[in-house]
């Protein structure tokens, strides 16, 4: 670990016989850049407020998906063995179920807003198959999500501009039951029951 340090100037954090220790890079009295086991630190300007962003692989969910036993497709993505699915598509897909829920967008607040018991409003993008599904990059969610008005944390990565959410996450928020058939490679989302899983 490197850090910055009153006194030194820039340390590189290393275990020693102790399990501490630290080496001086860089001395703020001198200006001068150390050289360690034949490394140096070569930086105009180091910055210690960068944001590095998190960037994943999202490959294309390959499992079948049954709703209340029957096929339906959805553009989804396993990301770290967990999937990923757009609120909008989930929403459309239960539209005609008593788990409806409208989902909005809140531009000026950089949010999406889930309200339940609230019909659905499709905006035309709805369970829309892309031609040719790769594996992409996602990148962790900044947008803010609230359920029924309270700001709640999710799960959620961007990958093509829009947002995917986990599935097992988001079943749960909306009291419906996910189940996983190993053996079929098969997602149940099962809308008539929800054991809390």
Do not use: C
Not at 15 to 44: H, R, T, V
Not at 189 to 197: A, E, F, K, V
């Amino acid at each position: 670990m490197i850090s910055a340090d009153t006194d030194w100037g820039l340390l590189a954090h290393t275990p020693d016989n102790s399990g501490y220790g630290a080496n001086i890079l860089y001395s703020k009295s001198n200006g001068k850049l150390y050289e360690k086991n034949g490394f140096q630190l070569f930086k105009e300007k180091v910055s210690f407020n960068k944001k590095y962003i998190l960037t994943l692989l999202a490959n294309p969910t390959i499992s079948k998906v049954l709703l209340n036993q029957k096929a339906i497709s959805f553009e989804a993505y396993n990301i770290s063995g967990e999937n990923y699915f757009k609120l909008r598509d989930l929403a459309k897909a239960v539209s005609a179920t008593d788990k409806k829920f409208e989902v909005s967008w809140d531009g000026t607040h950089n949010a999406i807003n889930i309200t339940t018991n609230k019909a659905y409003t499709p905006d035309g993008g709805e369970l829309v198959i892309s031609e040719h599904t790769t594996t992409k990059k996602a990148t962790p969610s900044e947008s803010k999500l609230y359920f029924n008005g309270k700001e709640t944390q999710l799960t959620a990565y961007e990958i093509d501009g829009s947002n995917y959410y986990k599935l097992r996450e988001i079943a749960k928020l909306i009291n419906i039951n996910v189940t996983w058939d190993g053996t079929s490679n098969t997602i149940g989302i099962n809308i008539d029951s929800y054991n809390g899983q």
